[in-house]
């Protein structure tokens, strides 16, 4: 189910940033070889740049079901192949962050909320969970998005009410 959650969310985010009247480009890469390897789904260009991919803003979407009022940063995806997590290997310039529940999209400043977690992991418990086929499991932690400074998150948007 998770896949087709992520899918879904995917596709909303770019429906809806198709709908932004700044947005000229949105090129979806999440099947590329070269942008897997660096966590990017997503390329976007908007008014002021040349609509190429030279030019566009990396965007790593992670797509949340729960509405614990937490955000969930995934520091080992893959346990018994040590996989590093999402949340530590984007090389996305944000992180968009969507809970597909509430409709919520939180844009994170990647480098601004890495720096800030790997400064402050240590004041919080690192969760352990198993896919849901039991073939592997990964870590992270639940970090509470009151706890996430303002200077991480660029903007907080519902996106249905967005549309411009």
């Known amino acids: 189910m998770q896949k087709g959650l992520g899918e879904q969310g995917v596709l909303r985010i770019i429906d809806w940033l198709h709908s932004l009247s700044r947005t000229t480009g949105v090129w979806d ?3 590329e070889k070269r942008y897997q390897v660096k966590d990017i789904d997503l390329l976007v260009t908007a008014e002021g740049s040349r609509d190429n991919l030279n030019d566009a803003i990396a965007v790593e979407v992670k797509t949340d079901f729960y509405t614990s009022g937490n955000f969930y940063f995934e520091t080992v995806s893959n346990v018994e192949r040590d996989t590093l997590g999402c949340f530590l290997k984007t ?5 968009f962050y969507y809970f597909i529940k509430l409709d919520k999209l939180y844009i994170l400043r990647t480098a601004a909320v890495q720096e800030w977690f790997s400064a402050n992991k240590s ?6 969970s198993t896919s849901t086929d039991g073939l592997y499991s990964s870590k992270g932690y639940a970090i509470p998005i009151s706890h996430v400074p303002e200077t991480c998150i660029q903007k907080v948007v519902h996106i249905t009410d967005e549309r411009r």
């Open 91 to 95: 090389d996305s310039e944000f992180i």
């Open 123 to 128: 004041s919080y418990e690192e969760k352990h």
């Open 29 to 31: 890469v999440q099947n």
